[in-house]
């Protein structure tokens, strides 16, 4: 029977494919994309022509629904895609590759997080989008919800959060340090002033994934140190990730439509669109301008000198996942297209992918290090404050840092900024100038982010193809030694009876 189906497989393989079979061919295979595309350009025209109807906020509201039901189908896979993705990673290789692999991506997550940073300085101090003159920052003293500490305490935050100390409130729960305010009276003019003081640690919500990844790359090393009993499981998790991923792929056709309306609802909800673009055209520009440069070169540069293939086969591979981190303006929620696209678009092998995409999309955001250096000097430009070596260094190391440390959901880097804003002595209220158009530019420095991700994922398959090709060696050796094994225990079964 299976010769028989075999057969007719390669006998219509032989067969030439007729015109409309090709055409029929090309849709099926790029139909998410062209729908995707068309999803996002679509929405734009339309939320725009909406716009002249002035709808009230309940139609926003509910023209939203659609998009909130994607955002809630691709949420929903990714505490299981993480988990298994990595174990499965972790376990497919021995701990010598493993380690190789995790200490290649985090040099490549590193430096190209410096290069982004070093350029969203230079060019927000070439281009000078601050003018001082042209608005009032006092306008915009409206004290956001800020975070009240420094970056030690967000240091500490990160560091608390590797280390879970609930498994299950990880899944939903964040830890960060809590505190109170207490009155200090100046001895000398006998002012009052509030501060806020350390007071231990409370839980915020959203999912604590730099917890998950600590502990799935633990459990991921013993369980390959200990195949012998451990096999069974990992067979197990590695079941349930192709599984996840099937239902990734079930979900993904509804994305178009999710990103349609999410895209017509953000249009639709932004106030005075005029007024904002000509006062923070300039910044917009000098932001996009610098997602573009990093993208183009470095990214696109570092891929080309590793890998020497087209970048734009692999690029235009990825355009589902970037549409969708377009409209989703989240690296997590794109995580499922991301494995998606570099998994059974571009081939690159799972045991990679699998390893170093769910922590890239955590640590490595070379977009939000771009442009919190950027947003930070262009708010000391609109208040004439001078910005010297020093600060521009303490810039680019806090906005590093906040980077790293900023959630992948939408405007995370906005509440991370106070931290750079902070260490160089900015006024953290003039962030809230910064809200007005950060939806818009959150979606293009989140497709950096993923892109940023998905270009490492390639360029440590193209320098781990040795380690992965010993893997494979030592298994099959493996493999031989146990089938000699058995057949020796059966012929001395044999001699026996
Ligand atoms: N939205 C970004 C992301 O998910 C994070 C940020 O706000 O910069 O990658």
């Excluded at 926003?60 to 990673?89: A, N, Q």
């Excluded at 409206?142 to 500490?149: C, R, T």
């Excluded at 904002?276 to 993208?295: C, E, Q």
């Amino acid at each position: 029977m299976g010769e028989i189906a075999d057969g007719e497989a390669a006998s219509s393989q032989q067969q030439p494919k007729t015109m409309g079979r090709k055409v029929l061919d090309f849709f099926m295979n790029d139909l998410l994309l062209y729908l995707t595309i068309l999803a996002v350009l679509l929405g734009a025209i339309v939320g725009f022509f909406l716009r002249q109807y002035e709808p009230e906020p309940y139609t926003i509201y509910v023209l939203k629904f659609p998009g909130e039901i994607m955002l809630r189908m691709l949420k929903m896979l990714i505490l299981p895609l993480i988990t298994c993705s990595l174990i499965t990673g972790v376990t497919a290789l021995d701990s010598e590759a493993s380690g190789k692999m995790g200490s290649k991506a985090l040099l490549y997550y590193f430096s190209t997080t410096i290069l982004a940073t070093i350029l969203g300085i230079i060019l927000v101090v070439i281009i000078h989008p601050g003018d001082p003159k042209a608005i009032s920052a006092d306008e915009y003293n409206v004290k956001p919800n800020a975070f009240k500490g420094d970056t030690v305490d967000a240091m500490f935050d990160l560091v608390r959060n590797m280390f879970p100390d609930n498994l299950v409130q990880a899944c939903f729960q964040q830890a960060r340090t809590s505190f109170k305010a207490v009155e200090k009276v100046d001895n000398e003019t006998g002012n009052v002033t509030i501060v806020y003081q350390q007071d231990g640690v409370e839980y915020a919500n959203g999912m604590n994934v730099l917890g998950l990844i600590t502990f799935c790359i633990c459990i991921g090393v013993v369980m390959t140190k200990m195949k012998h009993v451990s096999q069974p499981i990992i067979t197990l998790i590695a079941a349930f990730n192709d599984i996840i991923m099937k239902l990734v792929l079930f979900f993904m056709w509804y994305s178009p439509v999710g990103i349609f309306f999410l895209i017509v609802s953000n249009i639709l909800k932004i106030k005075d669109l005029a007024s904002t673009g000509k006062v923070m055209g300039m910044f917009i520009f000098t932001v996009i301008t610098g997602l573009s440069i990093h993208f183009v070169i470095t990214l696109v540069g570092l891929y080309f000198v590793f890998t020497r293939k087209n970048p734009l086969v692999f690029i235009r591979n990825m355009l589902p996942a970037m549409m969708t981190a377009f409209g989703t303006a989240s690296s997590t929620a794109t995580l499922p297209l991301t494995f998606y696209c570099l998994e059974e678009k571009n081939k690159l092998d799972s045991r990679v992918t699998r390893f170093v995409i769910p922590i890239g999309a955590t640590v490595n955001m070379d977009g939000t290090a771009l442009y919190e250096a950027l947003t930070a000097i262009f708010i000391a430009q609109l208040n004439d404050i001078e910005m010297n070596l020093g600060n521009m260094l303490t810039i680019c190391i806090t906005s590093i840092a906040a980077s790293v440390g900023a959630a992948s959901i939408p405007s995370a880097g906005l509440v991370t900024m106070i931290l750079v804003f902070t260490a160089v002595g900015l006024p953290t209220e003039q962030i809230s100038l910064i809200y007005t158009i950060d939806w818009f530019l959150d979606r293009f420095r989140t497709m950096i982010n993923v892109m940023g991700d998905s270009f490492g994922a390639a360029i440590v398959y193209e320098l781990s193809k040795a380690e992965l090709a010993k893997t494979d060696e030592d298994e099959a050796a493996a493999a031989d030694g146990n089938q000699s094994k058995l057949a020796l225990e059966d012929e001395r079964a044999e001699e026996q009876v």
